[in-house]
């Protein structure tokens, strides 16, 4: 089983040289080179070109590199595709699909440039979320890899408050959940825009891991080692998952399917979620 750690996912504007020059020190698992929101329409073009740049030259060592594209439906998102996404990004993030034929289209813009990189898509539409499943079944006919919620689009479209219990946005987070899991893909949730707000981000960060997602984006440096440590197993956590696979291993176990480990009930299923819980943290301390 190999397992990318996925906790943390910086976004930094691609106008912003310093932010892609610094990024290569910050200990985040995943950099998204921005050419979209945070771009203004003057600057795209000398975005791109820092960003062929930073591709170019690397130096980004263990980090993903994400580059998330304008729409296809804008002027600028099939040239931002025939223009990097052949040239070494770990996966290109496509902002706003509706649907699998949106998916699909990316998916041929990718093939068209040459491009081997995964393709990751937002969900930040109310279209996508009341077609989350079309969206994430086209997982099997392309090379569809991860959800990115959007929430700051989705608050923008739908006009529903960004409010600290994010009560509002449960059904689009879960059921982005739910259609993820469901076609095997890696689950981001949205970012956090209060960068002083360090209690809030905690709170949300652990909202996200109760719902399911592997990560979180970010915006600012700042947030990233909280986020690298709520989205990593804990240390009893780890502990726990050894002891289930050492019981179920032990020679007294021989045929069983349900065991007591540490007073509790623990059956095969715990088995295979313990073992992921290892992996993740032997790919997390291994990328320390
Ligand atoms: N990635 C990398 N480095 C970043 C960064 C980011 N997202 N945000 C800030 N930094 C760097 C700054 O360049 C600065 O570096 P320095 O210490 O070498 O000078 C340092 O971190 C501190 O930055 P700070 O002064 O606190 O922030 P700022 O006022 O320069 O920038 C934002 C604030 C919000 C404009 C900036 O954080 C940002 O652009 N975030 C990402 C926005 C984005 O990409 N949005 C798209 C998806 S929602
Ligand atoms: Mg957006």
């Given amino acids: 089983?190999?397992?990318?750690?996925?906790?943390?996912?910086?976004?930094?504007?691609?106008?912003?040289?310093?932010?892609?020059?610094?990024?290569k020190t910050l200990p985040a698992d995943a950099l998204i080179f921005d050419l979209e929101d945070a771009v203004a329409p003057e600057a795209k073009p000398e975005a791109r070109a820092n960003v062929a740049a930073a591709l170019a030259g690397g130096g980004y060592g263990r980090r993903e590199i994400v580059v998330r594209v304008n729409g296809l439906t804008t002027p600028w998102g099939a040239d931002d595709i025939a223009a990097l996404a052949a040239k070494g990004a770990d996966a290109v993030l496509v902002p706003k699909v509706d649907t699998g034929a949106d998916v699909e289209a990316a998916q041929r813009a990718l093939d068209a440039a040459g491009s081997?990189?995964?393709?990751?898509v937002m969900i930040e539409t109310p279209r996508a979320i009341l077609n989350i499943q079309d969206i994430a079944a086209a997982a099997g006919r392309t090379r569809l890899a991860a959800f990115v919620m959007g929430t700051n689009d989705l608050a923008k479209e739908t006009r529903a408050l960004q409010t600290a219990d994010r009560g509002p946005f449960w059904t689009a987070l879960s059921l982005s959940v739910l259609a993820g899991r469901a076609y095997g893909l890696t689950l981001i949730d949205g970012v956090f825009n209060d960068i002083e707000d360090a209690a809030g981000f905690e709170a949300v960060c652990r909202q996200g891991l109760a719902f399911g997602f592997d990560g979180k984006t970010l915006i600012h440096p700042s947030q990233i080692a909280t986020c690298n440590t709520v989205f990593?197993?804990?240390?009893?956590e780890v502990a726990q998952a050894r002891d289930v696979i050492a019981a179920f291993a032990a020679p007294e176990a021989a045929g069983k399917g349900v065991l007591k480990v540490n007073g509790k009930m623990t059956e095969l299923l715990h088995l295979e979620q313990a073992k992921r819980t290892v992996a993740i943290a032997d790919a997390i301390a291994a990328a320390a």
């Fill in 232 to 236: 990593a197993p804990t240390a009893e």
């Fill in 1 to 23: 089983m190999t397992i990318r750690p996925r906790r943390s996912c910086l976004y930094m504007p691609g106008a912003n040289v310093k932010a892609l020059e610094k990024a």
């Fill in 116 to 120: 081997t990189a995964a393709l990751w």
